[in-house]
């Protein structure tokens, strides 16, 4: 699935009007996609890979 | 994505191994398998599913313009094998039982290989005497079990099925649920646009910003928590001052004592001389003091005792009388018990006398000895008689008067042991005296030594030593106590004192709780904006679609979506459409299936059985007109003879697929080997054909499917 279609596209604009950071941007929607269709019992273990991308992100500005 | 090799054991129609090979260096995306019923199409489609999802369900039905899913599809199942997957011989005459799916596609993720095997060692009756097992390898890497399910998820979500499956015979259903927008299309329309990605997002994102809402509540929480220690501490800390002033004030006061004592004990040693005279006459007049007291309780005493000494003396003179007195009086008490007693045996011997008779009552004998007994009675009583006249004769004294001159003596007698108490109380005070008077001849010895006014300086200082002494150790205490007291409020000042916290990671929680936010936002927008333009988006594409497999685009200005994607066909007057024909809204469907998978960036292969169920014959081939195109995801068609024909389509001009497969039972084939497809075959028995070439033999009532690969150059 195209990183380039509409759906990022749009993710991206709404991020920018909140000020985000291309980079992790970029970053959360990866996740976003690769856990699209993740099992419910999967999910708090994909939480803590979210939270991890956006305590990284911070610490590294 | 492109489906590379399907490798089918032991299901359905298909004995044993069947492998379909739809690697290909061509570009062109059509496959398609062409048979009567029964010969397997849909068991083809339905081993893939069962390979992807480890479940199959029979067909959705439209009860009442809605669509109820149909149950699932047993493996095995005794009570009615018919309808069961695995393949019946297989089933029946196997051991072990098994039957499995071999599933291989390549794509951007790299190579998938999935297979999933349902068997058993004995007779399974139902599924639940089965063992399933999962194997996925992904790029080389495997995974077994809940793991490989997810890998499998990852490529292939099951909550898209319906855009990788196409059914045609539920195609019907799919359009009633689009035209009604019921809730199960529009969760498919928006897993397709990945809409529950986002959803999801915000769920995760709004978990994670619970933690950190709870982490700066507790930061504020210690916050205040700081400030009543703080205050806390404070307090403390006053008190810490107080004692450390206190004892200041104490060490100086010991010291201040200190020197005094130092001062008093030389003035002591300058008067040692005399202090030990000065002592001595102390102890003295102490003593004579105490004795002073001692002599007057004991001269009180022998006063007391004294006031009997005149009974004392006249008892001296009284007592012979009245002991003589008493004697008599005993001695007349002593004659009176005596003639009590003979006058008492004197009336006995009487009575005996009196009462004797000299015969026998019981037996009127004479009494013998009667007269002798009489007399000696007699006698008896003689001398009882004079013992009590001599008795009576004697001592002539009134017993009364004896008593009274008694009583009357008695008043003068002293208590018993006054005269011993007076004496050693007399004594005492002698002693007492003695000792008195001793103790002021060494007070007057010592007066010579040490005068008066001397000795009372010797004392005072002294006592002012004492007092400094006894002020010392009081102060020592105190001192002592509140060391103690420091102590314990320095400890409990360290203890209250809050830590001093990390500023730099609360704001960083701070920050990451913004950022969070922010994102949340920015997902809550593009939701909006996202699922109002795929929206337009697939409206768009849809209508591009349909109006390329409309046998009359220019009746139709295309389709339209409304917010909850309930899907209505536009004629070109701008209007909806009323009354279109079933192959119309058949196409619609396909239309926006291919829009929905477009838009969305969906790139997996179509597996479509029985295409063109409802479709006339122009639809049909717009279909495979506008899905078969090289540029376009493999769409692989399970077509009927009643749908496709692989001559019809040749014939048509429509043969642009890739691959192509009949599915056959011998009965289909007159006279060809299904083994080699060899026309040199020779009829040996009823329904048995033997081959020349291979030699196999073939029942012609078999119900095997045998696959041929289409050769469409021929």
Known sequence: MADDGLLWKEFLVNCKKQNLNKDLIEKVFAYLMKHQYS??????????????????????? | MRLTYLVLSDIGPFRGRHIFDFSSKDARSGYAFFAKNGRGKTTIYNAMKWALFGKVRRKSKLVDEQVVEGSLRPVVDEDDYDHMMMNYDAWKDDVPQSMSVLFIAEGEFGKLQVERTASCNSMARK???????????????????????????????????????????????????????????????????????????????????????????????????????????????????????????????????????????EQIKGVAELKTYADEKLKVDS?????????????????????????????????????????????????????????????????????????????????????????????????????????????????????????????????????????????????????????????????????????????ELAQKSARTDQALIKNENTLRDLRFKEDEFETKYKTARPK?????????VYDLRDTIQRFIVAIEGTVKSYSDKATEEVQKEASKVFLQLSNAPAAFSGIRLNKQFKASIYGSNGRPVVGASSGMEVIMTLSIIDALRTVSGLDAPVFFDTPARSLDKDHKNGMLNYFWRD???????????????????????????????????PEDLEMTCIHCWSKDVEHVSKHKNRCNECENITNSHSRQTAVKEVNLHE
């Open chain 2, 127 to 265: 599924d639940k005497h089965l063992q399933f097992s999962l194997t996925v390898s992904l790029n080389g890497t495997s995974y077994q079990g809940q793991a490989a399910e997810e890998e499998i998820a990852k490529v292939f979500p099951i909550e898209l099925e319906r855009f990788f499956f196409i059914d045609g015979e539920e195609v019907e259903a799919y359009t009633t649920m689009m035209k009604s927008s019921t809730q199960g299309i529009i969760d498919d329309i928006k897993s397709i646009l990945r809409l529950p990605s986002l959803t999801r997002g915000i769920e995760d994102l709004r978990a994670i910003k619970r933690t950190y809402d709870d982490a700066i509540e507790a930061g504020a929480k210690k916050q205040l928590l700081d400030t009543k220690k703080e205050d806390k501490a404070r307090t403390l800390n006053g008190q810490l001052n107080m004692v450390r002033k206190q004892i200041q004030e104490t060490e100086e006061e010991i010291q201040r004592l200190q020197q005094r004592q130092s001062s008093f004990q």
């Open chain 2, 631 to 665: 540029d376009r995801s493999q769409f692989l068609i399970f077509a009927h003879s009643g749908e496709f024909t692989v001559d019809e389509i040749i014939n048509e001009d429509l043969a642009v697929f890739n691959k192509a497969w009949e599915l056959m039972w």
């Open chain 2, 287 to 459: 003593q004579i003091e105490m004795l002073q007291n001692t002599l007057k309780t004991s001269l009180e005493t022998f006063i007391g005792d004294f006031s009997n000494a005149g009974n004392i003396l006249l008892w001296n003179k009284l007592e012979p009388t009245y002991n003589a007195l008493a004697e008599e009086n005993d001695g007349q008490q002593n004659k009176r018990f005596a003639l009590d007693r003979l006058k008492k045996d004197r009336k006995k011997v009487q009575e005996t006398i009196d009462e004797f008779r000299s015969v026998c009552d019981k037996c009127h004998q004479p009494v013998l000895k009667a007269e002798l007994f009489l007399k000696e009675r007699q006698v008896e009583k003689d001398e009882l008689d004079k013992e009590i006249k001599s008795l009576e004769g004697s001592g002539k004294t009134n017993p009364q008067q004896l008593r009274a001159k008694l009583t009357a003596l008695e008043t003068f007698q002293p208590n018993h042991g006054s005269y011993e108490r007076l004496k050693r109380s007399y004594d005492f005070y002698l002693s007492q005296n003695k000792l008195l008077l001793n103790l002021k001849e060494k007070q007057r010895n010592l007066s010579d030594h040490v005068s008066e006014d001397s000795a009372k300086d010797i004392n």
């Open chain 1, 39 to 61: 099992a419910q019992g999967s999910r708090q273990g994909n939480q803590v890979e979210l939270k991890r991308i956006l305590e990284e992100a911070l610490e590294s500005d």
């Open chain 2, 500 to 508: 001093d916290s990390d500023s730099d990671a609360i704001d960083i």
